[in-house]
C-alpha cells in the first residue's frame, strides 16, 4: 500500500515538472509544440499579436436618414462576423474583433497581416431570393422589409415572421407549400427545409392563409437562437448596404512579446510566491497544495495555448490571474479549517477529512460562478469580457478540480505513505497550550460494507 | 499580535450604524469622484494621432531606442511649449511609444500623441486638428531628414468614433457584467434565502462603484483593463460574502448558535472568517504584485486587479454583515407590525 502510494505520487509529481516544462519551454526538434513562450502555439488578439483593422463605412443616401439604417448595419455586422470567422476559424487564426463606430461605420480587427480575403468577405453583398418548393424563385429579398421572431404562447413555439411589402405579399398570395430564403451568391440556406448539400435548415414551414394576409411569412420553430440568427441574416440581405473601406492599418505587435513575458514570468513568480507562502504556513500540506496549484496553472497555459477560442492578451491575464487567486485562497480556507479542528483535538486524518467535507460547499459555489461567469463573459461579450470570460471559464474549473479533488488526492496518498504516524508538526498543526489528552476527539468509527444478514435483516423485519 | 488582531471579538454589526454612514458616505464620495475626474479615457476611447518615424537605426538596441523616444519627446514638447497662441496651446503629448515589431529590421518608432484632452469629435468640429498635426509632422520632418518615399509614413488618424465604441462595446459590456452579478444573487438566493442574497448584491454593487473610483483617482486608462477589474472585483466580492454567509448559514443550524440573537451569531460568524480573508487577503495582494513581472508596462492590469481587490474585500467581507443584519431587522420589524 505504502510502495503504491509513493510510486502514485513520485508519478504525478514527475508528470507536473514534466508539463511545466512542456508548456513553458519551446522543444524544437523533438515536438512541433513550441510551448506558451513561443508565439506559434498561442494565439494572440490583435492588440497583442499584430494584426490588421479595417474600417467600412456603409453608403446611406443621406446623413439624415443614417438613424434608419442602425438596424441593418447592425444585422449585417452580424452576418459579417459569421462569414469573417468561419474564415478565419478554418485557418486556425484567432477570431476578429466587430465593432461599431458611429451610426454609419463598421471597424474589424483580425490578428492575421493579409488583410484583402478579409475585405473581400466584408465587400461581399448578400442578395435574397424567396424560392418555392421547387426550387424556383418566386420573390426577390429586395420585398423583405423585416424579419423577427416571436414566442407563440399557444404553440409555446418560437416563430420567425418576414414582413414583406406590398407588392412582395400579393406575388406571395398565390404560392403555396414550404418556402426557402437563400442567398443568390453563396447558396446559404436563411430559411426552409435542410439543403440538398447539407446545407443548414431550420426545419420550419410556411402557414399559409392567415400570415399571408397580414403580409407576413411565419415560420415556426422551437430552436430560438437559430431562428434569430436567420431573421439577423434575412435583414442583413435584404436591402443590401454598400460598404465602402475607408480606411485600413496595421496593428502593431509589440505587446505579444510582454503579454508572453507577462504570463511566463508572471506564473513563475507566482508559483514560487505561492508555494513559499504555502510551505511556510502549512508545511507538509501547503507543499502538496503548491503541486495542485502547479498542475492548476499548467494546466490552464496548456489549455490556452492549445484550444482555438482562447486568446492571449491582458484581459485573459487578469483572468489568470484571479483563478490563482481562487486556488489559493481555496486552500488557505481549507488549511486553516485543518488547523482548527485539529485543535479542537481532532486527529490529523480527521481534521483533514472534516476540513474538505465542511468546506466543499463555500468552495464549490464561488467555482460554480466563477463558471457560470466565465461562459456568460465568453457567449455573449466581446473583445475584453470574451477574452477574460474565455479563460475564466477554463481557470475556474481547473482550480475547482485541483483544489476540491487533487488536493484531496495527494493528501490521501500522503496519508497512505505515513499511515497512522504522521506527524501533525509536519503538516504545522498544533494543539491548543492547554490542551489535555481527554480532550482528544476519538475517530469516527469507518464505514464498513454491511453484511447480507444485516442487509437483509430489515427488509425481512418490514415483511 | 496577528493572532490577538484576529481572535479580537470586533462585533460589526453593533457599530453597524456609524459603520453603515461610513459605507453610504464613502459610495457617495466614490460617485462624486468619478463625476469630478472621470476616467483616464486615454487614446483608445478619446482619439488621437499615431505617427511612425522610421530612424534608419537598430532600434532592439535599447540605448538607441531610448535616445530616440527622448529624442521624440524633446521635440513635441518643444512645438507644445512653442505655440504662440497662449489661449489656444498646442497640448500635445506623448502617450506610447513603442517599435513596429512587424519587420525584421526594426527601425520604426511608432508614437502616440494624445491632443489636448479633447475627443475626436469636438476637433472634427473645431476644425483645429489639421493644423497643430500638420507642425507636429512637419517638425518631425525637419529633424529626420529623409527624402526617402517611406523614410516618414503618414500621420495616421485612430479611433477618431471613440465615443461610439464606448457605446457600442463597452457599456454592454459593463452591463453584462451587472447582470452576472444579479444572477449570481439569484444563486445566493436558491443556496440561502433572499436577504442574504440581497445583502451580498448591495455590496456587490457597492464594491463596484469603490473600483471605479479608485480606477478614477488612480488614472489608469479606460478600456479592456477596466472590465477584467470589473469582473475580477465581481468574483473577490462572492468569495468575500459567500464565505462569511456559509459560516452565518452553519451557525443557524447550529444547536450552541442558533437561539443566539441575529446580531450575536452574524458577529460570531465574522469572528470566525476573520482569518481566512485576512490571510487569504494578503496572499492574494502578494500574487496580484506578481503580475509586476511582466515589467512597468504591466502596471496599470496591477493596479486593476489590487483595485479590485481592495474595493470588495471592504465591501464583500466588511459590510455583508451589517447589511445583514439591518436587512435582517428591518424584515422581523415589518413581520412584527403585521402581526400587531
Known sequence: MRKKAIIKLSAILTLIAAALVFTFLPIDGIVKYRGVAGTAATRFDAESGGGMYAVYQARVPDVSSRARYVDQLNARMFQQNITVNTYLQNANVSAAVFSRQGSDRIRVQVGITEIAPICELMERKIELAVLDSAGVEVLEGSHITNARIKANQITQNYELFVELDAEGAEALAVVQGTLSVIDKASRDLYGGEEGADGSEGYGYKLIDGLALAGSQLTVENSDSQKLNMAALRIVAGARPLELKLVGADAVSATDAERVAKLVMWGTVAAAVLVLAFLLARYRGLGLLAAASFLACSVLLAFFMAVLPFSKLSFAAVAAMAVCFILNLVGHIALFERVKEEYALGKSAQASIASAFKRLLWPLLDIHILAVAAGAALWLLGEGAAAGFGTVLLMGAALSCAATLAFTRYLIRLAIQIYGDGIDAGKLALKRPANFKDSDRIPDPEPKTEKTAEEIIAPEAENV | ?340
Not at chain 2, 17 to 33: E, G, M, S, T
Not at chain 2, 199 to 209: D, E, K, Q, R, T
Open chain 2, 1 to 340: 499580535m496577528f493572532k490577538d488582531l484576529m481572535t479580537k471579538d470586533y462585533k460589526p454589526t453593533a457599530k453597524f450604524k456609524p459603520f453603515a454612514l461610513a459605507f453610504f458616505i464613502l459610495l457617495a464620495a466614490a460617485v462624486a469622484v468619478v463625476a469630478i475626474f472621470g476616467f483616464n479615457y486615454d487614446y483608445d476611447y478619446k482619439g488621437g494621432y499615431e505617427f511612425s518615424v522610421r530612424v534608419g537605426a537598430d532600434l532592439k538596441d535599447k540605448a538607441v531606442y531610448d535616445r530616440y523616444e527622448g529624442e521624440i519627446k524633446a521635440l513635441v514638447e518643444e512645438l507644445r511649449d512653442s505655440s504662440s497662441d497662449d489661449d489656444a496651446p498646442y497640448g500635445f503629448k506623448v502617450v506610447k511609444t513603442y517599435l513596429n515589431a512587424e519587420q525584421e529590421n526594426v527601425d520604426t518608432i511608432v508614437f502616440r500623441v494624445d491632443y489636448t484632452g479633447k475627443t475626436w469629435s469636438e476637433l472634427a468640429a473645431s476644425g483645429e486638428t489639421h493644423t497643430a498635426v500638420k507642425d507636429l509632422q512637419e517638425a518631425l520632418k525637419n529633424k529626420y531628414d529623409y527624402t526617402g518615399a517611406d523614410a516618414f509614413t503618414e500621420v495616421k488618424l485612430k479611433s477618431c468614433f471613440a465615443p461610439a465604441e464606448f457605446w457600442h462595446e463597452f457599456v454592454p459590456a459593463v452591463l453584462l457584467v451587472a447582470a452576472v452579478a444579479v444572477l449570481s444573487a439569484a444563486y445566493f438566493v436558491v443556496r440561502f434565502d433572499f436577504t442574504k442574497a440581497f445583502a451580498v448584491l448591495i455590496s456587490l454593487f457597492g464594491g463596484a462603484f469603490l473600483y471605479l473610483a479608485l480606477m478614477a483617482l488612480a488614472r489608469v486608462p479606460f478600456g479592456g483593463l477596466f472590465l477584467a477589474g470589473l469582473g475580477a472585483g465581481l468574483l473577490f466580492g462572492l468569495w468575500n460574502a459567500g464565505y462569511i454567509l456559509h459560516h452565518i448559514h452553519d451557525l443557524e443550524k447550529s444547536d450552541k448558535y442558533k437561539n443566539l440573537p441575529n446580531y450575536a451569531l452574524i458577529d460570531a460568524a465574522f469572528g470566525k472568517s476573520l482569518k481566512v480573508l485576512c490571510i487569504g487577503f494578503a496572499a492574494s495582494l502578494a500574487l496580484v504584485l506578481t503580475t509586476l513581472f511582466g515589467g512597468l508596462s504591466t502596471v496599470f492590469l496591477t493596479a486593476s486587479l489590487a483595485a479590485a481587490l481592495v474595493a470588495n474585500a471592504f465591501t464583500g467581507a466588511l459590510a455583508v454583515p451589517g447589511l445583514y443584519n439591518a436587512l435582517l431587522a428591518a424584515k422581523n420589524k415589518r413581520k412584527g407590525r403585521d402581526k400587531r
